[in-house]
């Protein structure tokens, strides 16, 4: 079923040819990437994406905890010491912490700043950004050894060159809030369908997760869209069914109500009645 065992399993389609603009939900009130959640003013990487739903409310930058109030019985901590960038103390793609924002989708976080991914500048030869301007075959110690490493200044670029877009920057850059939340004056006419394109669907009502196990939330309602959420059995809902997908009403995001024949989603109501 479409549950969080599936984690990697669909990602939101990649952009076309010179559209490098991150295809984020822009009216959520996230200012974060749709993985991530703000915290004491910086991004993190979701508690309930890094566990599987077990404790999703961020209660420091290196803890997770299952409830309020949060304190050492109800808190997961990740093996090892903690410390910067390391952890659950990491934003998206395991980068360090960052300001409210994004990257293009043809760029990378290295030390809170958007750089043109080492992948595209090195034909995937040297995909690992080890410097501004350092690219690496490898990751770790070995990245010391010249013969793992090319290095060009060229690689100190931002991703928007030739995309035909002039607000997309073709310089280095901190991350762009505009690609996460769109401001009222914002004009977002080219941003991908979301939530609010959808039509009204049907009335607003509580729904429980029945399903033995956990359910991903979805960017979008398709079964290959990005995962940006995970929820627990047992957790209550609030949303409304379009067709055989629930609109989440307290947050951003899609949930499958059955997939083959296992019922992920049950209407509440539904489960009070003899």
């Not at 060159?161 to 690609?179: C, F, N, Q, W, Y």
């Not at 996460?180 to 991908?192: G, L, V, Y």
Request: hydrophobic share 30%.
């Amino acid at each position: 079923p479409d549950t969080a065992a599936a984690l990697v399993d669909g990602n939101a389609s990649a952009p076309k040819a010179g559209d490098v603009r991150p295809k984020e939900e822009l009216h959520d009130g996230n200012v974060c990437a749709d993985t991530e959640e703000l915290y004491l003013g910086l991004c993190y990487k979701k508690c309930s994406l890094m566990t599987m739903g077990e404790a999703g409310i961020r209660s420091s930058a290196w803890t997770c905890c299952k409830d309020h109030p949060c304190g050492v019985t109800n808190e997961i901590i990740p093996p090892g010491l903690p410390g910067p960038c390391s952890g659950f103390s990491v934003g998206e793609g395991d980068s360090c912490p960052h300001k409210p924002g994004a990257c293009l989708s043809d760029e990378e976080l290295y030390l809170g700043l958007c750089f043109k991914k080492c992948e595209l500048l090195t034909d995937s030869k040297f995909p690992h950004r080890f410097s501004a301007i350092e690219c690496c075959d490898t990751t770790g110690i070995r990245c010391m050894l010249p013969s793992h490493v090319k290095l060009s200044k060229s690689f100190a670029a931002g991703g928007g060159a030739g995309d035909g877009d002039k607000s997309t920057p073709r310089e280095v850059h901190m991350p762009i809030e505009s690609l996460t939340e769109a401001t009222d004056d914002a004009d977002d006419s080219a941003r991908p369908a979301s939530s609010d394109d959808l039509p009204v669907g049907e009335p607003l009502a509580m729904w429980n997760v029945s399903v033995d196990g956990r359910v991903n939330v979805r960017r979008r309602p398709a079964k290959d869209s990005l995962i940006i959420d995970v929820k627990q059995s047992g957790t209550i809902l609030r949303g409304r069914r379009h067709g055989n997908w629930l609109q989440l009403q307290d947050q951003a995001g899609f949930i499958m109500i059955k997939f083959d024949n296992y019922t992920l989603l049950t209407e509440a109501a539904s489960n009070t009645t003899a």
